[in-house]
Each structure stands twice: as C-alpha cells, then as structure tokens.
Nanobody, 121 residues
Framework: QVQLVESGGGLVQAGGSLRLSCVAS??????MGWFRQAPGLERLFVAA???????TYAESVKGRFTISRDNAKNIVYLQMNTLKPEDTAVYYC?????????????????WGQGTQVTVSS
C-alpha cells in the first residue's frame, strides 16, 4: 500500500517562497506530481517529475516553481518562488506507476491528503 504525506504549506506574502515536500512510502513510483485545487475550481496540474528526472510544468508556474525528487529517500519537493495570490490552493502530491500523460490527474494512482498554501497580497 502506497501512502503519500505532504508537508510545507502555509501562509506567505506575495513574492515569497515556500517548499512543499511529499514522502512516499510503500514503493517507488515512476512519476510524482503536484496538483492544486482552489475553492470552487477543478483540480489542476502543477508539475511532475519522472524517476530519472524528467520534468513537466504547467505554463502558469514555469520559471517560478521547481520540482525535484530524492529517490533514495522517496521524497518529492516543490520549490515555489515568486508566489502570487492566484497560487492560493490546496496542493496535492500524486504518484503514478504509468508511463502516460503527466498532466492528467486520472493517470495518477495515489494521492496525498493535501496541504494548504495561501498567498496574501
């Protein structure tokens, strides 16, 4: 059984930074990703990283967010810089065993419980 546990969310002012972490237990997953969901809106793809370090980003976060993973520790990170109020959302860690689309949430098998990120203006 795979479990994903996120941490690192919080309240930050616009222009600030946060780093989210997600620890995966149970097995090593091919792809790890981050999604986010703002109140009343659908869950959206943010970033993903494969086992060998290949990354994919949503256009809205390119140049500001960096995803990375430590395979030895089974941890994935999301470094978020130059945060904007529109980045406010619950951020979910996700894991996939499939070599398919990185951006579709239906392609992920495992999900964390989410961590709140709030960016004040």
């Amino acid at each position: 059984q795979v479990q994903l546990v996120e941490s690192g969310g919080g309240l930050v002012q616009a222009g600030g930074s946060l780093r989210l972490s997600c620890v995966a237990s149970g097995r090593t997953l091919y792809r790890m990703g981050w999604f986010r969901q703002a109140p009343g809106l659908e869950r959206l793809f943010v970033a993903a990283v494969t086992w060998n370090g290949g990354t994919t980003y949503a256009e809205s976060v390119k140049g500001r967010f960096t995803i990375s993973r430590d395979n030895a520790k089974n941890i994935v990170y999301l470094q978020m810089n130059t945060l904007k109020p529109e980045d406010t959302a619950v951020y979910y860690c996700a894991g996939s065993t499939r070599v398919t689309s990185a951006t579709r949430d239906s392609q992920y098998d495992y999900w964390g419980q989410g961590t709140q990120v709030t960016v004040s203006s």
